[in-house]
Nanobody, 124 residues
Framework: QVQLVESGGGSVQDGDSLRLSCGAS????????MAWFRQAPGKKREFVAG????????EYEDLVKGRFTISRDNAKNTVTLQMNSLKPEDTAVYYC?????????????????WGQGTQVTVSS
């Protein structure tokens, strides 16, 4: 099992940037694909971005391509999500997730361990 703790959420204005971080401990982090999901009020949780254990396979949800960047530092057991040009529709609780595999897709079932989430609010 991997324990995950997110940080970096907050309230910003339309067009601003935020950087989310996820610290991991426990089971071998380096062998875990990682991802960020988000859940807006009244909506299902959705995939935002994912990265393989080596970092050479990255995937983004279409609406965040070109604005968000996912990265990882296996030496520090951290995954980050740099979010630029934020929009009100990006408002959601953002969750960090770890998969029991080195590569994982964009579906929730592929991820076993989850953080508690961090709130991101973007005002117009």
């Amino acid at each position: 099992q991997v324990q995950l703790v997110e940080s970096g959420g907050g309230s910003v204005q339309d067009g601003d940037s935020l950087r989310l971080s996820c610290g991991a401990s426990g089971r071998t982090f380096r062998r875990s694909a990682m991802a960020w999901f988000r859940q807006a009020p009244g909506k299902k949780r959705e995939f935002v971005a994912g990265i393989s254990w080596s970092g050479n396979k990255i995937e983004y949800e279409d609406l965040v391509k070109g604005r968000f960047t996912i990265s990882r530092d296996n030496a520090k057991n951290t995954v980050t999500l740099q979010m630029n040009s934020l929009k009100p529709e990006d408002t959601a609780v953002y969750y960090c997730a770890a998969a029991p595999t080195v590569v994982a897709g964009n579906w929730e079932a592929g991820y076993r361990d989850w953080g508690q989430g961090t709130q991101v609010t973007v005002s117009s």
